[in-house]
């Protein structure tokens, strides 16, 4: 990884949360309308996990033709999303939901459609409130294929939330307000 990011001095080592699945089972999907990882999404990437060792998952997905950016190759901001998730998920370790503060990926290789890609993402440690995560992608089947070969990383702070934290949008999925004013009410804050 080419970046100067640094973990802070005070991070402590990751605590895992009892509800955690054990290493090596399903980790189920958070949300099923979810870009990333929702199996109720027909246009997401519908990325699968399994928990991986400590607090660690593995994620996959396939390189579908539609998430082209250059020819032939994956679009850059879908290896982010896919990197957002998995970070997400392996955050799911230690804290029952969390949000993106800032990611950064660097991409050292192009990715070819119809592979299929797996994404290993840890937790690093944390600070009260504050989730710090790496990962790697690499191709484990399809054109390109070299399960040895890191073709992308990324680093990302999360902050732990609580329920509270979507209240104000949770009439709006799928942007269509369930009631009428909700639309007002949810475009205040």
Do not use: N
Not at 83 to 100: H, I, K, Y
């Amino acid at each position: 990884m080419s970046s100067t990011w640094t973990l802070p001095d005070d991070l402590q080592a990751p605590t895992i949360v009892p509800e955690f699945p054990a290493s090596g089972e399903p980790l189920p999907r958070h949300w099923s309308l979810c870009f990333g990882c929702g199996d109720d999404q027909p246009s997401g990437i519908q990325m699968t996990f399994v928990v991986g060792d400590g607090a660690s998952v593995v994620g996959r997905f396939e390189v579908a033709r539609r998430y082209q950016g250059g020819p032939g190759v994956i679009h850059g901001g879908i290896l982010g999303t896919a990197f957002d998730e998995a970070q997400g998920m392996a955050c799911r370790s230690v804290a029952l939901a969390v949000v993106t503060a800032h990611l950064e990926i660097d991409f050292a290789r192009p990715i070819p459609l119809d592979s299929t890609l797996e994404i290993t993402a840890k937790v690093d440690g944390t600070v009260r409130r504050k989730v710090y995560t790496s990962a790697e992608a690499r191709i484990v089947a399809g054109p390109g294929a070299d399960p040895d070969v890191v073709v992308g990383t990324s680093r990302g702070l999360f902050l732990v939330i609580d329920q509270t934290h979507f209240e104000k949008v949770k009439s709006m999925v799928d942007a269509v307000p369930a009631a009428a004013g909700t639309a007002a009410e949810a475009s205040s804050f």
